[in-house]
């Protein structure tokens, strides 16, 4: 199956001739087609609930440019979703959830994830994976504990997750609790996607960049080598691609000891070092800057050169280093696809 399909052969550690390809946020706003078919949602949750326009959503991306992978449409607030926190998407201001500002109220949680609340996710997985080409894999995600806690504290997306931050400083022993729930509802939540179909997993952990080191270690590195561990204990044979925005130099420790298959890197991480880091250690993926791509031109084939040539000698997925930018124009992801198809004689 490997060899049939380029992703899963390089997340085995194989360097390919040419770079599977797919891009973080692929099925979004930048299409027409997912555009009109939101257009017809009852809100964003619902959307994400719906499994015959989640399904289709997840692949159009795959039809329009043929991408190595496609990637489950969801939302990671879906989890908190199925321990019991209320949550709504307003139109034009993101998430909404009912904040947790003092310990007592982790009581309104349940103690363990109601994976029938995500019945509907189960169900798009098993219409996507019967229609994907024979070629292309198929990856399931969720977000990381620190990443979702600091939604379920806020109660919203913040700057600088200061809300969280805070509550962890006052409150470590409950916080520790909500991260050591989140760790295991969100292990249960992958493997459940597994068991649906999906071929390998990506944990997202966007706002991991705010910690000092020692809370990096113990809010990032922590859960997520719980959540490693309980997946690879009942599915070994499941790449997980771990993508810890912000990492920087805990790239190192990442690579040593949280047992991932592969480590997405965000773009201000230079390519050049993380290639010398992960060379004949574990794949790696990344990380072209989204605002090169929406640029076009240029800047994108530059963009575009300058990574390939630096895991020329890796095992490497192409993608970018962070979600593809709603007003990114067609044809420039047309040349990425085209320019990073045509590379294996520019950079073997």
Partial sequence: MNEQKPLLSVLSGNKTPVPPLWLMRQAGRYLPEYRELRSKAKSFLDFCYSPAAAAEVTLQPIRRFGFDAAILFSDILVVPDALGQKVSFETGEGPKLEPIELPEQLSRLQQSIDLARLD?????????????????????????????????????????????????????????????????????????????????????????????????????????????????????????IAFVRGAGTHLVELIDGLGADAYGLETAEDPVWAARLGAGRTALQGNLDPLALLAGGEALDRGVDDILAAFSDCAHIFNLGHGILPQTPIENVERLVARVRSSENRFS
């Fill in 120 to 240: 509907p996710v189960f169900e798009t997985i098993d219409r996507v994976k019967g229609a994907l080409p024979r070629e292309t894999a198929f990856i399931g995600f969720c977000g990381a504990p620190w990443t979702v806690a600091s939604y379920m504290i806020a109660g919203r997306g913040t700057p600088d997750q200061a809300p969280a931050r805070l509550f962890a400083y006052r409150h470590p022993e409950a916080f520790e609790r909500l991260i050591g729930l989140l760790a295991d509802a969100s292990a249960a939540y992958l493997l459940r996607q597994i068991e649906a179909g999906v071929e390998a997993v990506q944990i997202f952990d966007s706002w991991a960049g705010v910690l000092p080191p020692a809370e990096f270690r113990k809010w990032v590195f922590a859960p997520l080598r719980r959540m490693v561990l309980t997946i690879k204990k009942e599915r070994p044979q499941t790449p997980i």
